[in-house]
T-cell receptor
Framework: SQTIHQWPATLVQPVGSPLSLECTVE??????LYWYRQAAGRGLQLLFY??????ISSEVPQNLSASRPQDRQFILSSKKLLLSDSGFYLC??????????????FGEGSRLTVL | KNQVEQSPQSLIILEGKNCTLQ??????????LRWYKQDTGRGPVSLTI?????NTKSNGRYTATLDADTKQSSLHITASQLSDSASYIC?????????????FGAGTQVVVTP
């Protein structure tokens, strides 16, 4: 069976410090991978998605970057955190099909607080 | 403007009672609609997914309906339990979108009290 792991679960960082959130998927090959951010009272916002190693698409301009060094590894990074980067970050994976009826599986989330 | 609107924003129900959550969308062309349950501080978990031709789909005590003509969906929770306390998120996919561009509602926060 497939599983998705995301860490760390919680993180408190000072403004200007770097960030690295990591996500790995097990039990599947060549998954589509996603990073979402969830703000209180708002819908999930897609930050990045990847359809293969080294292939990253960004949905919104921001202070963050993503990388996919291996097939089932997705990393969210920042060189210098801003207060506005605080939030709940979710990694997800899917198996693409042309009808877009596939399932989207989420990790447990990472709560980032920037002080 | 958000293309997926959910109501109510939050609701409180007594254990054992039923409730219905609403989702209205403007996403077009339509491909499918999903309902997710998200426990506090956890990742969302899928409850149902419906395509254009499906009107009703059940998952245990959860029943989702879809009216693609009026672009409305509902999620009915029967005989609520304390474990149903969570945020319920409606997600709509357009058949014209790439896979990454799902439209998420803001969610309905449900609190089940003893």
């Amino acid at each position: 069976s497939q599983t998705i792991h995301q860490w760390p679960a919680t993180l408190v960082q000072p403004v200007g410090s770097p960030l690295s959130l990591e996500c790995t998927v097990e039990g599947t090959s060549n998954p589509n991978l996603y990073w979402y951010r969830q703000a209180a009272g708002r819908g999930l916002q897609l930050l990045f998605y990847s359809v293969g190693i080294g292939q990253i698409s960004s949905e919104v301009p921001q202070n963050l970057s993503a990388s996919r060094p291996q097939d089932r590894q997705f990393i969210l990074s920042s060189k210098k955190l801003l207060l506005s980067d605080s939030g709940f970050y979710l990694c997800a994976w899917s198996v693409f099909n042309p009808q877009n009826t596939g399932e989207l599986f989420f990790g447990e989330g990472s709560r980032l607080t920037v002080l | 403007k958000n293309q997926v609107e959910q109501s109510p924003q939050s609701l409180i129900i007594l254990e054992g009672k039923n409730c219905t959550l609403q989702c209205n969308y403007t996403v077009s062309p339509f491909s499918n609609l999903r309902w997710y349950k998200q426990d506090t501080g956890r990742g969302p978990v899928s409850l149902t997914i419906m395509t254009f031709s499906e009107n009703t789909k059940s998952n245990g005590r959860y029943t989702a309906t879809l009216d693609a003509d009026t672009k409305q969906s509902s999620l009915h929770i029967t005989a609520s339990q304390l474990s149903d306390s969570a945020s319920y998120i409606c997600v709509v996919t357009s058949s014209g979108d790439s896979w990454g561009k799902l439209q998420f509602g803001a969610g309905t926060q449900v609190v089940v009290t003893p």
